[in-house]
């Protein structure tokens, strides 16, 4: 099922200060979170891009499609917003840090989103999870004025747009690796 009317977006581009290196480059089960990500989006869309850093985006832009932070420092939102700015199309966006999604997990965010224009993701019990998440291009006014006045919690932007919301029964699914203690299996 590849999809053409949609990009695909790992966000990679934070400081991994309590991993202690760039996640993005971390081994776990004989792949790089990175290449696991890219996995994941691989049987999607072949437009595949990384929300990166000034050090990444000199590291990577040689090899990938990468798009470098408009607003440092403005976390999650502000690389959103920055490949909604450049692509202007529908994102699927995922964290690199984020090893145990599987592609259907990503299709099945992609077919319920289908034609919305709000966020679509998943919700565990009563937690929303941000990622993966599926972003409109029709978000960019809403999510342009949210980082501009520094409004920086996903969670409540999320909530703020009505989101479409999968009920998920695997919180395993969204588990993120911080630090290298999480990696142990």
Not at 97 to 107: A, G, Q, R, S
Request: charged fraction near 20%.
């Amino acid at each position: 099922m590849k999809v053409k009317s949609v990009k695909g977006l790992i966000l990679m581009g934070g400081q991994s200060t309590r991993m202690g290196s760039d996640k993005a480059f971390v081994q776990w089960q004989g792949q790089t979170l990175l290449e696991k990500a890219i996995d994941h989006l691989s049987g999607i869309t072949e437009d595949i891009y990384l929300s990166v850093n000034p050090e990444q985006y000199d590291l990577l832009h040689n090899e990938y499609a990468c798009i470098q932070d408009r607003y440092p420092d403005k976390g999650p939102l502000g690389g959103i917003l920055s490949a909604l700015e450049i692509l202007k199309e529908d994102l699927i966006v995922l964290a690199v840090d984020m090893p145990n999604l599987n592609t259907t997990c990503v299709k099945d965010l992609i077919s319920t989103a289908k034609d919305s224009n709000t966020v679509t993701c998943y919700q565990y019990k009563e937690a929303i999870q941000p990622f993966p998440s599926y972003w409109p291009v029709e978000l960019l006014p809403k999510l342009e004025q949210s980082v501009l006045n520094n409004h920086l919690a996903m969670i409540k932007f999320i909530v703020a747009q009505q989101p479409n919301l999968i009920p998920a029964s695997d919180s395993d699914l969204f588990n993120n690796f911080n630090r290298p203690d999480d990696m142990i299996e």
